[in-house]
């Protein structure tokens, strides 16, 4: 039984009442008064109860009685049964078994408790505490962002309503006052025409007149008035109603177009070869650290192109474009069309390989191992940098020698061409190098335009967001950006190949850290894969490094 406490001092009651404690059992190690003795002894009538009192007790180890022999306690244990065992047990059911004693068995299992105890409570608790209050910070910043979420799209509603009040509200007025302009010629013309019939009909009057007549004066001295009095029979003002044009797409877009005024509502789905992620709880980690090194044999090593959480598309200055896994294992190859080299590739939404021939001036897709020409490009321009977007399209970077511009080609159709910004300049210096591209979650296409040494980035509108020159990051080198990608948290990540390092920005670009302690030489090759885990490709060892750079 537990323990009283009383005002002055604790009183030990005795284990099978709330008497206090008189006496002591050592073989069992219980507390006992006076009339308890006799209960205990005869509740374990088997064993042998060594009864003293209270204050001559000995704290010893309470062997169990042994379920095969009475009034037998088991003081060893049979190591080939995984049982404790009595000494008669041993000339009986496990005789000839190897047995050691029990307290030895006991000591070494404090031991093993002793030691996971520790491990509990300096180790896993302490873990899981983190981990729960990590969990706890993401439950917070989840509901704080879906709040977010909410609001926005609350105030992005009435914004939607106000815009289409507003068209309306324009639209109405203007077919009543083209309306009213269109009825007001008609009218004018029509009272023109009402005042004009009796003049015709007094002519015809006098023509008849002159008919019946035997007067031949009057008859020679007539005067035709048909040219006079045919003026103003046609209308004199092109009358044209302007046309209503509606088009309405469930789930796509609607739009609607009188004359020169135009509103259009469009969705866009955006998908990829995994889930879209809209945003992302992950955060950086203070100390990226590099998964593996794989080395691929390729000198100098250009592109790389994640394929999955294992593969990647890699390629150098040699017409063959190689699949290796993490372990550097060539799991395929490919000859490409190209005379020297692709300068970049990509990997469409269904898994396909698709890389730019300069030299043919074409964009190949590698389907099942056969190469198709997907697109061939006008005269003058060549294919350099690519990207897929999230739509499922292909952003390209043409170029002519001198001028670069980005096309986007969707369902084998060029959708729109980004080269000059609102006041019709052009958005890229001209020069003898080429654009990468990277197309982040909210739309914006991220350009690392090598000429330059500049980080441009356009919004959907293709419009100038900012640009990014590396001078946050203060490095001791000149800022050459190449290989650009985005995550699934819309960080824009930039390889810059002269400080070896990646330049990591968040979707604003604000510059948040640099990636320079994972030994990177000459980074070239960039790409992410479906665990977002960076594959940095060095240009000159033929290294590729798998970064972890997130939680």
């Known amino acids: 039984m537990a323990s009283t406490t009383s005002l002055f001092q604790d009183v030990i009651t005795c284990d099978l009442c709330d008497n206090p404690t008189q006496k002591f059992c050592n073989d069992c190690q219980e507390n006992l008064c006076l009339d308890c003795v006799s209960k205990h002894v005869e509740k374990y009538s088997s064993l042998t109860h060594n009864i003293v009192s209270y204050k001559n007790k000995e704290i010893q180890m309470v062997f169990p009685e042994c379920e095969v022999h009475p009034n037998q306690r088991c003081e060893a244990y049979c190591q080939s049964c995984e049982v404790p065992v009595c000494i008669k047990c041993f000339f009986s059911n496990h005789k000839g078994h190897d047995a050691v004693e029990l307290s030895n068995v006991v000591a070494n299992k404090k031991k093993i408790i002793k030691k996971e105890t520790k491990e509990l409570e300096t180790v896993i608790i302490p873990k899981f505490q983190e981990s729960e209050v990590n969990i706890r910070s993401k439950a917070s910043k989840c509901s704080a962002k879906f709040d977010e979420i909410e609001r926005e799209t609350t105030k992005q509603r009435q914004f939607w309503h106000n815009e289409v009040d507003d068209f309306f509200d324009k639209l109405d007025p203007l077919i009543k006052s083209k309306k009213v302009e269109n009825m007001t010629i008609l009218e004018t ?112 090593l250009w592109r790389v192109v994640c394929v999955g959480a294992d593969e990647v598309w890699i390629s150098g200055e040699d017409p063959n474009i190689r699949r290796v896994d993490i372990h550097g294992s060539i799991k395929d190859s490919i000859e490409t069309t190209c005379t020297a080299f692709p300068d970049d590739m990509v990997v469409t939404r269904q898994g396909y390989l698709m890389y730019g021939d300069a030299t043919n001036r074409s964009l190949i897709i590698v389907r099942d191992g056969k190469a198709e020409v997907m697109a061939t490009i006008s005269k003058d321009w060549t294919p350099r940098g690519l990207c897929r977007t999230r739509s499922g399209g292909i952003l390209i970077n043409l170029h002519n020698g001198k001028q670069n511009k980005i096309v986007h080609l969707t369902e084998n159709r060029v959708k729109e061409e980004i080269f000059k910004d609102n006041s019709k300049k052009d958005i890229f210096k001209n020069g003898d190098d080429m654009l990468l591209l990277s197309e982040n979650n909210n739309g914006d296409i991220c350009v690392s335009d090598l000429y330059a040494n500049t980080v441009i980035v356009l919004d959907n509108t293709r419009r100038i967001r900012f640009q990014y020159d590396g001078t946050p990051a203060k490095k001791k080198k000149p800022f050459v950006p190449t290989k650009i990608v985005t995550d699934s948290m819309s960080h824009i990540i930039i390889a810059d190949y002269n400080n070896n390092c990646l330049h990591i920005l968040d979707e604003d670009g604000q510059f948040l850290k640099c990636v320079d302690s994972c030994g990177l030489d000459k980074p070239c090759g960039l790409s992410l894969d479906s665990k977002d885990r960076l594959w940095v490709g060095m240009a000159y060892s033929g290294e590729v490094k798998v970064i972890q750079y997130m939680e």
Request: hydrophobic share 30%; aromatic share 6%; net charge positive.
């Open 189 to 300: 013309h029509q009272g023109e025409l009402t005042s004009l019939i009796p003049k015709k009909k007094k002519a015809v009057e006098e023509n008849k007149q002159i008919l019946k007549t035997n007067r031949v004066s009057e008859v020679t001295d007539y005067k035709s008035k048909t040219e006079y009095l045919n003026i103003c029979t046609d209308c004199p003002v092109d009358i044209r109603i302007p046309f209503l044009k509606t088009n309405t797409v469930m789930g796509k877009e609607l739009s609607v177009e009188l004359g020169e005024y135009r509103a259009t509502l469009t969705q866009v789905l955006h998908s990829g070869l995994t889930d879209e992620v809209y945003f992302s709880l992950r955060e950086l980690l203070d100390k990226p650290r590099v998964i593996t090194t794989t080395y691929t044999g390729i000198k100098p």
